[in-house]
């Protein structure tokens, strides 16, 4: 079974950063991508971003290109979102997920097979 834990979620104003970190385990780390989803208070789980297993490809939702960016650490099996010039429409509950056996990068919840319980960002105004 593979773990997923999320952290560096917290407060911060608009126009600041956070760096996001989700650690996995219990399996090897080959051929999965690692994506990120956001769920706001009454809505469904959005796509953030993605990384595929080389690293070579990764994807952006419109609303966070250019601000957000996301990257993998093989060593620790650990997967990576900087976010900066940060928007109060930003604040979310953030999840990591993980899509095993795919070279590609997933988009789509369906598509992800573990998931971490979540951390919370909130921005202020």
């Known amino acids: 079974q593979v773990q997923l834990v999320e952290s560096g979620g917290g407060l911060v104003q608009a126009g600041g950063s956070l760096r996001l970190s989700c650690a996995a385990s219990?399996?090897?780390?080959?051929?999965?991508?690692m994506g990120w989803f956001r769920q706001a208070p009454g809505k469904e789980r959005e796509f953030v971003s993605a990384i595929s297993w080389s690293g070579g490809r990764t994807d952006y939702a419109d609303s966070v290109k250019g601000r957000f960016s996301i990257s993998r650490e093989y060593a620790t099996n650990t997967v990576y979102l900087q976010m900066d010039s940060l928007k109060p429409e930003d604040t979310a509950a953030y999840y990591c997920?993980?899509?095993?056996?795919?070279?590609?990068?997933?988009?789509?919840?369906?598509?992800?097979?573990?998931w971490g319980q979540g951390t919370q960002v909130r921005v202020s105004s």
């Open positions: 997920a993980l899509a095993e056996g795919t070279r590609l990068v997933p988009k789509r919840v369906q598509e992800y097979d573990y």
């Open positions: 219990g399996r090897t780390f080959s051929w999965s991508a």
